[in-house]
């Protein structure tokens, strides 16, 4: 590495290890006011990460409960009705509450400012009003819950869920309502913040890739939510006033509804997917010390994913009565969007060709990622496909195709952030043997849950229903299998990272040796990130020729010689040295 | 730009006052956008139905109150204008100036409320919304030319015609004029008639009038909620003229509220103006 310096003619002394803040933005006000009004980015991430977790949990319980009933043919555990109620209750927790905001609010919330250099997001009272309205929904969810739950699906589709659902609907379409409004307040603010607060010098082709995959989420967060606030405003109307435009009884049509439900939910599996992307193209590069392969491909086709994704909701529609050329036309632009994704992948790859790759636990769970996104991805093919989607539509293969992307993908993607960034965000390291083992246990736990899903799911299984032929029982109790599995592979975190707050060893500002102006902060962060505006020379990634965004030479990285446990050079005591200010790299 | 001249409105975490406005404008700007998107679900469905149903929504659409539209579309646009001067005033540090066109604006919009809770109120006299009050109010203008009771000989097209009429003119009407027509004009049709006007379908179109310009008077009242806040402020002196752009982004906002109404009034009030009935 060093010999690359030289070639550079830049110095070979990273920059000294900031001093640890003094205060920092955890221990500058331990009250519970300071943190209830707080405005700052970093504790509302927090904030989130809290409230997301609870309702993690939640949803795992009702998936729970549904796994559990499928032991047996007939069901083993509930009632039909509550089973209607947990699996209802596991997609509205799970997508709304969780997968949607997950990695925007949390992590976008904290990095995004400190990646492109900021002191905050561009309007941080609107941040903890987004908060605050998120909470709100979630409340509205949680009483639809206590008073018994809805029974319709995520989806919601009419007219059982507007006449003949006995169930308390409107709360909880209230709830998913309300936590939109969140959804466009955070994907408003970043996308704000990414246009007008970039430091000096960080030009859009320098901007880190999971700045442009949050960009792309905002701008489908902001144009295809409220479309579904509006058609769950018609919902709820038609439900409360027995009136409405999805009546077929007046002249209403029900598909309307799910044309309008699917504009939004299908961009939203993107809201789900993109941060996650961007989260990899991070975490793959830290990884194995290589820029990225291919950065403006990986860059364009987030924005590429964002727009191709509002051509194609109707793929959802094959079988509800469209008309058999928009099918046609659907299923292929359908089609069009494995493009983009697919060219994510394969730059991916790319950077991993010939990397110095080590295997901490944030890189088990994004080499996961792009392991199971492929299938997913390639499984979605199947049923964008006409044909194959008449068959395999309503059943479990479809079960198994989106929890492939959006748990292999997007929750794997969620635990690396976490794992990448928990150093930076409390100042602690974690165990790297227990989390690399807990990455280990997900994936193996995950492929156990839904690869026999698809073979269920491919002999005619439906989705949603509590019974099935005796036959397919082998498969199902291999799936609740695999379930405990991931359940006791998520429940690890849970344990290793509270106790690293308790007496994990103290992080360096730069544990993972990683380019971004985020690691250029101590950590935790001082309350205002940066004491000056940092200036930015460089691509993000420039881990070939070792340096940071600043120009200045990293820290010894991961495995690179020294012991592989980062928490090793927690506080190694780096040369300090004048960091030359006008290095320009490269452009 | 030398910030410490406005320390007090400069925001701590940006750098300079222009990026800043910058900041905000783009902010309302991208809010607007999902705006329109949030409306645009409603003008799609609308426009869906409006070609599946084209005579029931012409006749809906007939039956509303245009003259109260066509003022309220004046004052909406009267007030764009307004808000727009009380821009240039900000600019210009004309504080009074600010003030006087805040609260004319102010005024213009709650006038604009005003004639539509009339409106509504008189929609609500004539039952002419959809759900029970219409089907009570149809159900027994048919019953009265269609008796169920068999013993009770069914009125001919002129008879109910005559019958009508009389209503109409009477102290206290048994019937609504609407439904009355309704009637008529599908006196002895079949459903499968092209010409028939389908009850529900009129509903339909009564729960777009409802939806869409109940949810554009929850924006007018936000807006107005905007404009009052405003008004304070300008009046405690806490719009210097370098902070003007919070008056634009309110501007902004309004200029959006005023310009869905522009597409409501053709889309709800006019769809039915050329309606004549013919029995
Ligand atoms: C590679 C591109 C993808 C294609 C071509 C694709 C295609 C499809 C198709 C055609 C369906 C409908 C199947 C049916 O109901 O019969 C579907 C369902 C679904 N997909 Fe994908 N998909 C892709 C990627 C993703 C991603 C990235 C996510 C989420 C992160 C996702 C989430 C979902 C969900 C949630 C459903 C089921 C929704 C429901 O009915 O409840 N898909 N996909
Ligand atoms: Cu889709």
Known sequence: MSAVLTRWGLSTTPPPEPPPAEPNYLNHNYSIWSWLFTTDHKRIGILYLISITLFFVGGGIAAGVVRLNLLAPNGAIVTEDVYNRAFTAHGVLMLFFFLIPAVPAVFGNFFIPMMIGAKDLAFPKLNLASWYVFMLGAACAAWSVLVGGIDTGWTLYPPYSTRASQASVVPGVLGAFIAGFSSIMTGLNIMVTIHKMRAPGLTWNRLPLFVWALYATSLIQLLATPVLGITLVLLMVERMWGVGIFDPSIGGDPVLFQHLFWFYSHPAVYIMILPGMGVISEVITCFSRKNIFGYAAVAWSSVGIAVVGFLLWAHHMFVAGISFYAAILFSFLSMLVAVPSAIKVFNWTATLYRGSITFQAPMIFALGFIFLFIIGGLTGLYLATLGTDIHLHDTYFVVAHFHFVMVGGMVMAYFAALHYWWPKMFGRMYSDWWSRLAAMIIIVGFFLTFIPQFIMGYHGMPRRYPNYPANLQILNVMSTAGGSILGLGYLMPAIYLTLSLINGPKASSNPWSATGLEWQTPSPPSIHNFEETPIVVCGPYEYAIGVDQMGRPLPEGPGEGGPIDPASHAGHPYPAGPVPKETEVVG | ?279
């Open chain 2, 1 to 279: 730009m030398a910030a410490s001249t406005h320390t007090s409105v400069l925001k701590h975490h940006f750098d300079r006052l222009d990026q800043q406005h910058a900041s905000e404008r783009l902010g309302m700007w991208m809010f607007l956008a999902t705006e329109v998107l949030f409306f645009s679900g409603l003008f799609g469905a609308y426009t869906v139905y409006r070609l599946y149903y084209p005579t029931e929504f012409e006749f809906a659409s007939s039956k509303l109150n245009r003259v109260i539209a066509t003022i309220n579309t004046l004052f909406l646009i009267t007030s764009s204008m307004t808000i727009t001067f009380g821009i240039r005033s900000a600019k210009l540090g004309d504080r009074s100036g600010l003030i006087r066109y805040l609260v004319l604006t102010l005024l213009l919009g709650t006038a604009f409320m005003v004639l539509k809770a009339f409106e509504y109120t008189a929609d609500y006299e004539e039952r002419y919304m959809p759900g029970t009050l219409f089907r009570s109010e149809y159900n027994a203008a048919f019953e009265a030319i269609f008796p169920t009771d068999p013993q009770q000989k069914p009125l001919s097209r002129e008879e109910a015609k005559l019958y009508f009429e009389k209503d109409a003119q009477s102290e206290h009407p048994k019937h609504q004029h609407w439904a009355a027509e309704l009637v008529l004009l599908n006196y002895r049709k079949s459903t499968a008639d092209p010409d028939y006007i389908d009850p529900g379908k009129v509903q339909l179109f009564l729960s777009f009038y409802y939806i869409m310009t109940g949810i554009h008077g929850i924006h007018i009242l936000a807006g107005l909620g905007c404009l009052i806040w405003l008004i304070i402020e300008a009046a405690r002196d806490a719009i210097p003229p370098e902070n003007y752009s919070t008056v634009e982004v309110v501007s902004l906002y309004w200029h959006l509220v005023d310009g869905i109404w522009l597409f409501l009034m053709p889309l709800l009030y006019l769809a039915g103006a050329g309606w004549v009935a013919t029995y």
